[in-house]
């Protein structure tokens, strides 16, 4: 089983190219979650995700022949850029294979970092097949994303900063997917504070760990559904399912409305951009899933930030809904002169700001002299919403809530 | 005028609120613009922006009996926050008026922060006009948001800080909206550092300072347009200005297509959030606006994080289109079985992705049997959009490009 010297050890290979992350203290989430919180920024890795530390130390410990051989492994996100990036600055030659739909910013971005991108397959089953063909014709060397001691022994090296830079850490909190990260992080804390707790989050929509804990032996689970796509994995590994059982404290799990919640409040507040799947620690904070007192200290590991930006306008647009900051709403005006007019004072009483309007005349699902309006509004939380949209019914307006 | 001394003398003052902020190496910039690149994520600081460093250090210089009667100002932006918070935490009374139609965030943000926000005027010189009958009515003391030599001189540490961390730093790259940040920088490097480059950066429809400078006095402009409304100001200071031509050397102008594109650049390949004020700097060198050589070390300022969520979804979309990477178009299908598919064939095989279709067959702009369709694609930047404008022409599609 993976052990604090193999964390050590790596330690040792890793940071030619990785880079030591900051641990921040966030008076904003210290106050809303009632603890001394300090983000440890991993988004701010280089490759945007905590992959290229793995990545390293499999890369720096393969042997000249395989070095020679090069390396192969198949990924649509974060993995995919580590490897690359881990394999050039390594001297050492990558083939990534990426699904064919995978995003052309993430593909971009492999390339960039000096690896050889083959596009192959519907999906990352059919491009891990591959892959592994390429491994057995090529002789490559195929790189885990996460059931490897080596590569959740590079995680591990976040659990060695976090307690660097802040010794009294009660509480560290890790999102997992397949589970190298948080095996890693939890060798590393538990070897060095054993009264400290780790505490695992999953997406809800792909609760592997969760289920496998109960059970005691590993589930796999028949299909996964979560925005945050950087854990959306089917089960955990084989070599980090153990670790987890002996290292790990409690798992949680968050739902894609409290994940998209805790992005929202990382990009408003604190500037930070981060992905789905760095979010769930936070998003399990802010929701009371996890039990800290007043006088503890308390560290979710923000593990990446690539989010498509797509995806972040999608995710950030949920967030305002979900905390009553955004309103979409439909109501019917009398067809004539200043209507419009009297239902954007009744707004602009209640203190709501106008995003856009869309008001049509022609619509057919209302009678001949009514016309139908649409509204986006900005509003100040739910307790607004409530008022408004009693202001309006007093006002004498049938309102439906879209969003 | 301003003096080293005075910013050394701040240094003392702010720390207990405002934040040592970060001085990152960006390997991205360092590789876009051909020399060593730190970026200084003033972004990260308490508030979001450097404002609070000079409302510290104007509110830690209060005597007694002006602590005693409080501080006003006007702002719709960072200086409301940075006063507010600076306020609170020396225990000092604080009344912010800001425009009637501020957005909510930055209203409840600078509440949050302790301040009392009075709500007053269409536009900012109306809220500055009701926070002068404050001050004369309340004898409280009006902070200056950027014309007082205390305010100057706390921005001025990021100056220090600066040299702090990177001694051997050539050229500092500041954005000007008042001046107020860029007179106490240039302040601290030109004392420490007297052959460093400080370079000031305005938007093209904010540019009172570098046209101040070429008339050799203060010049106001009847009116700003630019989508970097943190330094959307009509003029520069009178205290301000004789600092920036003793130690300014150079001020130079952007537009607001390169300042989105920065800001997104800066979100997907750096994570970070940065308003528009505060991409200036990076945007002036992306746009090879400056001379640096492939050995020196450069320093944008990224002077704040405060982008509204709206806002940065607007400019994130330009940003895209800018670069190529987002293409709106519209063609017209024959309205048969598969024509749809035909053309998404096309855009198939020539590797675009394809993110909305919109497809109208009662369009009245079109012929009885065809169809409009409407399409938004993620495309790799401008050969590819050329590659498949060709492509989708040689197919026989008529195209529009929309966006």
Known sequence: MLSFDDVLAARDRIYSVARRTPLQYSHTFSEMIGADVYLKLESLQRTGAFKIRGAMNRIETLSP????????????GNHA???????????????IVMPEHA???????????????????????????RAHE??????????????????????????????????MADVVVVPIGGGGLISGIATAIKARRPDARVVGVQAAGASSAAASLQKGSRVELDSVDTIADGIATRTIGEETFPVIEERVDEVVTVTDEEIAVAVTYLVERTKLLTEGAGAVPLAALLGDQIDVAPDETVVPVLSGGNIDLNTLTTVLMRGLIANGRYLKIRTVLKDR???????????????????????????????????????DLETRGHEHVVELLDALEAAGYEVDILA
Chains 1, 2 share one sequence.
Do not use: W
């Open 134 to 167: 390429i491994e057995r014709r090529e002789g490559r060397t195929y790189v885990e994303a996460f059931d490897d001691e080596l590569v959740m022994a590079g995680q591990g090296t976040i659990g060695l900063e976090i307690l660097d830079d802040c010794p």
């Open 65 to 76: 022949d395989q070095r020679d051989a090069g390396v192969v492994t198949a990924s649509a």
């Open 337 to 375: 002169p200043g209507a419009l007019l009297d239902l954007a004072g009744v707004i602009a009483e209640n203190r709501a700001n106008i995003y856009a309007i869309h008001h049509d005349r022609t619509s057919k699902d209302v009678a001949m002299n009514a016309a139908e309006v649409e509204l």
């Open 81 to 95: 850029q580590g490897v690359a990036l881990a394999a050039t600055r390594s001297g050492v030659d990558s083939k």
């Open 103 to 129: 995003p052309i910013s993430k593909v971009k971005a492999t390339e960039r970092y000096g690896a050889d991108v083959v596009l192959h397959g519907a999906d990352y089953n059919e491009a891990a097949e």
